[in-house]
């Protein structure tokens, strides 16, 4: 962001950020100034700016990754509001109100990590029939969990044993946590 204050000056200053899909950190910030920055009413309060005092102020952000994350997030227009009080060169106290709109794009590339692993193998000998049951779990992660994924897709092939099909396939979730469920169809290839 950029300041500048050519006649006057800026007694007092906020600058509200709405309606985002990012937040400013907290984070000590080597300047005079910025007097404070709020994470969690997404503000930054500001102190007095002199007379032709031009200012840059690089505020770190942080993508809001809540486990509802909604597509519309990745590019949005937030509200960038600047509330004060400026001073003109004759000492009168002047409301400052300036509203700016800025459009913010998430881009990126996320990122996953699957394993699976054999967690049972059971033969069994039921009144002559046999079989074997077998269990995989299968694991799948975000790399960072930096931006959300819309869908994935997991395709695994079902082994064959003794050169027999299974007759069974039962797919189970042990969580759905960032999830709107799990969708499965089986595909039986020879």
């Given at each position: 962001?950029?300041?500048?204050?050519?006649?006057?000056?800026?007694a007092?200053?906020?600058?509200?950020?709405?309606?985002a899909?990012?937040?400013?950190?907290?984070?000590?910030i080597?300047?005079?100034?910025i007097?404070?920055?709020?994470?969690?009413e997404?503000?930054?309060?500001?102190?007095?700016?002199?007379k032709?005092?031009?200012?840059?102020?690089?505020?770190?952000?942080?993508?809001?990754?809540?486990?509802?994350f909604?597509?519309?997030?990745?590019?949005?227009?937030?509200?960038?509001k600047?509330?004060?009080?400026?001073?003109?060169?004759?000492?009168?106290?002047?409301?400052?109100?300036?509203?700016i709109?800025?459009?913010?794009?998430?881009?990126?590339?996320?990122e996953?990590?699957?394993?699976?692993?054999?967690?049972?193998?059971?033969?069994?000998?039921?009144?002559?029939?046999?079989?074997?049951?077998?269990?995989?779990?299968?694991?799948?992660?975000?790399?960072?969990?930096?931006?959300?994924?819309?869908?994935?897709?997991?395709?695994?092939?079902?082994?064959?044993?003794n050169?027999?099909?299974?007759?069974?396939?039962?797919?189970?979730?042990?969580?759905?946590?960032?999830?709107?469920?799990i969708?499965?169809?089986?595909?039986?290839?020879?």
């Open positions: 962001m950029k300041l500048k204050v050519e006649d006057g000056y800026l007092s200053g906020e600058i509200k950020i709405e309606d899909n990012f937040r400013v950190v907290e984070k000590e080597d300047t005079a100034i007097q404070n920055i709020s994470s969690s997404n503000k930054i309060v500001l102190n007095k700016i002199d032709n005092e031009s200012v840059i102020l690089e505020i770190p952000v942080k993508i809001n990754t809540d486990s509802n909604s597509v519309s997030d990745l590019r949005k227009t937030s509200n960038i600047l509330e004060g009080t400026y001073v003109t060169d004759k000492g009168k106290e002047v409301k400052l109100d300036k509203e709109n800025l459009e913010a794009i998430l881009e990126g590339t996320a996953s990590i699957l394993s699976s692993e054999v967690t049972k193998y059971v033969p069994f000998d039921v009144n002559g029939e046999k079989g074997i049951i077998l269990q995989t779990a299968i694991k799948s992660n975000l790399i960072n969990n930096k931006l959300p994924v819309q869908s994935t897709e997991l395709e695994i092939e079902i082994p064959s044993i050169n027999k099909e299974p007759k069974t396939i039962s797919l189970s979730s042990k969580s759905l946590m960032a999830s709107k469920g969708r499965s169809k089986g595909i039986w290839r020879k």
